[in-house]
């Protein structure tokens, strides 16, 4: 759960990785606001993509999902996805091929600590 007693549990959110900092200053402050979007990130199928590529070492799919990626998780001040999506984004321009696999899977415990908010 997000919630406790109607506040978000920040403290859950900064383990995280979401920049309480930049959430307050991005949001103004507007929590309510932030939850709604953090609420729909759980359906986002941009890392469902980027597994889709990697699985079929489709680096022009893995280079859109993990992009998108970039944008959704810098916008929700999810500081360590971002970086990490950031870097898959890097290697594929770069075509440095045999370091994808191993970024993509740091990205992925970023984006797992996110989805565990949800339970």
């Given at each position: 759960m997000l919630t406790i007693g109607g506040m978000m549990d920040k403290e859950r959110l900064a383990k995280a990785?979401?920049?309480?900092?930049?959430?307050?200053?991005?949001?103004?402050?507007?929590?309510?606001?932030?939850?709604?979007?953090?609420?729909?990130?759980?359906?986002?199928?941009?890392?469902?993509?980027?597994?889709?590529?990697?699985?079929?070492?489709?680096?022009?799919?893995?280079?859109?999902?993990a992009h998108a990626m970039k944008g959704l998780s810098g916008t929700l001040c999810m500081q360590q996805l971002y970086l990490d999506s950031s870097d898959v984004v890097l290697a594929v321009r770069n075509a440095e091929y045999d370091k994808v696999?191993?970024?993509?899977?740091?990205?992925?415990?970023?984006?797992?600590?996110?989805?565990?908010?949800y339970v």
């Open positions: 990785g979401i920049d309480l900092q930049d959430m307050e200053e991005r949001f103004e402050g507007h929590d309510d606001i932030f939850e709604k979007y953090l609420w729909r990130f759980k359906d986002d199928k941009h890392m469902q993509g980027v597994r889709e590529g990697l699985a079929a070492e489709d680096y022009d799919k893995i280079l859109e999902e696999s191993g970024l993509i899977h740091k990205m992925e415990d970023s984006y797992e600590k996110i989805m565990n908010l």
